[in-house]
């Protein structure tokens, strides 16, 4: 049909369609102009060569124009038709197409099988001008689309193991949510990950350093501190132990041990130590795991209840308190006594009650004088317990660092001491019981006091689910780790259950809203992990050199500031909505404008050439081949639909995912290197946004 047609018979054979039954589509064609005496390019619409809509587009900023047309099927011919170029007194006019949606389809002007047949009239559509599709169109001619299928959104079945799996692991490898999905449940895949045996992997690994010569030991000039937070993210990319790894780091937080103290820094095969510790228990019993970490050389050393020494009346020396006092307030049973759901109990006066005194601090610091690093019996003297440490070097290491801490005879405090006088749950520890003895008494009493229990539960969900969970949801998971089931208190595999398999955790949950989300900020290392196995980022050193990277996030692994750890779990951000509603947000302590600027320059790094550095080039790069196969089909929102599902589980809002659309359509070009930039900056606007931040 000419350009001249009269406007009402250019609607004739759409109108016809629609009168004889055809199913009709709605079409959206994003396009603006470039004027010419204040008259924008006139546009044809056709479908299967059908004219459906005359367009006048004067707009000079992109707008949308949506028009009836009949059903779109995959393979359909869309063309766009520029009917009156024209230029005059310096001024030219021009078409410019962003994009054609309708449904779960986009198409870019730019797709591989877009082209622009130059011509006016029947030449428009003859083939033998064209060239490849692109945005701008300087001629009159058509921009002839072949429709792509509609992008296949993934199933609720799909949608919830993703976000199951973002919440008890580091996020799921290309697969695996469907996987889950149609194979397994989540009960069974908690039953099928706590089956995977525990391993020695960062002792091993720094072991390995080690045996590369005397250079990679402790004081060595190859010597690198490094290697135990690039294992921890060769674990995070590529471990199949998900849950253990993201229960150590749960773990970690409360437990903490800091190489950040330079007082560790020739000791990190004993740091190594610590973090298989966690591993090893994250199922296990958290009374095994406490006493474990007490006698480990690195947390004595971090807390300084390595080489304690016992009191002296005559100089007025008391023993180090320490230990004793976040052993209390940060590892077992907080500073003020709670009620089972995990709400503080309060006195007469209205006022929290305190769970230990500072009398209680000073009982517990005797139990833990006495203790220094393993070498054998015969050589546990006063000399050895104040100032021998172990040799590294090959000939001489003996790999004490790895053994638990010894009681030296005649260092340890012999005085009676009570803890919790005056209180229910006193226990009395006599001084002329073996130091192996009162410590167990002591790390008992801890283990049964009534705060423990909510106390863990409470700090566990934060660091899976939720930040401010229901005093229901604390109470639940607190029975668990009072009772697994079979009269066993501290069971960390029951606990860690009941946080993910409780209905309030979320990932069930079929309806989101971002604004009133009951979720939790995503600290710096949840969201790269999730990066790294959602895009299968490899590292061609093997190393996972990207360490420093995190530096500026205020979250390097292993290098917490402080023994509070990378934010504290009571942090309230001032000034917010979340203060007025007595919440709290941890992850938000280390949010400012620095971290959140640095953000998003790694979110474009880890969009284009990737983390790290080797030497050469980028040490950690993701693979966004599958992304790429999914543009070449020519339906953008293909990609858009993956990333939403892949980054957000599909709570990504309709506003970000237009955000993506629009921002693959800035980009020009229609070869395959453009093809990736297109998916390179949908990734970083996705990865950048404060939506992905949100679990």
Known sequence: MAASTPPRLAFL??????????????????????????VGPSVEVRVNGTLVRTLQINNTSAQTFSLEVPTLVAGAQVDVVFTNDAAANGEDRNLYVDYLSSGATTVLPTAPTALIDRGKGAAAFDGVDTRPGQS???????????????????????TQATRFLLQAGFGPRPGEAETLASQSSPTRWIADQMALPPSNDFVNHIQAKYALGADYRPNGSKYQ??????????????????LRRRTALALHHILMVSMADSNLYHHQRAYANYLDILNRHAFGNYRQLIEDIALSPAMGIYLSHIRNRKEDPATGRMPDENFARELMQLFTIGLHELNSDGSVRKDANGQPIETYTNADVMALAKVFTGWSWAFPDNQLTESTFRWKSPDYSAAADTQIDLQRMKAYPGQASTADVVLFAGKPNAVAIPGSAAPAQRLKLALDALFQHPNMGP????????????????????????AAFANNGRGVRGDLGATVRAVLLDGEAGWAQTTFNMASSPGKLREPVLRVAHWLRAFDARSPSGEFQMVYD??????????????????RPGYTPPGT??????????????VNEGSTATWVNRAESMAGGGLGWNGSSADVV????????????????AVVQRLNQQL???????????????AMAGVGGNDAASQLNRVRIAVYVALSAPEFNIQ
């Open 13 to 38: 054979p759409l109108l016809l369609a629609l009168c004889a039954g055809a199913a009709a589509d709605t079409l959206n064609l994003r396009a603006y102009g470039s004027l010419v005496q204040g």
């Open 136 to 158: 701008g169109i300087y001629w009159n001619a058509a921009l002839r689309l072949r429709w792509p299928a509609a992008a296949t959104a993934p199933s609720p079945a799909v």
């Open 225 to 242: 501190t490094r290697w135990l937070p690039q294992r921890f993210w060769a674990g995070v990319a590529q471990g199949q132990d998900q």
């Open 455 to 478: 106390f863990v539960a409470k700090q566990l969900i934060q660091r899976f689910t939720r930040s401010n969970p229901s005093p229901a949801y604390v109470q639940r998971v607190a």
């Open 550 to 567: 995190f530096e500026p996030l205020a979250q390097m692994v292993t290098n917490a500031p402080s023994v509070f750890g990378y934010f």
């Open 577 to 590: 909505v979340i203060a007025q509603q007595g919440g709290v947000a941890p992850e938000f302590q280390i």
């Open 622 to 637: 993701a693979d966004y081949t599958p992304l790429v196969n999914l543009l070449n089909t020519g339906n953008a929102q």
């Open 648 to 662: 957000y589980a599909g709570r990504m809002s309709a506003a970000l995912q237009s955000a993506l659309i629009e």
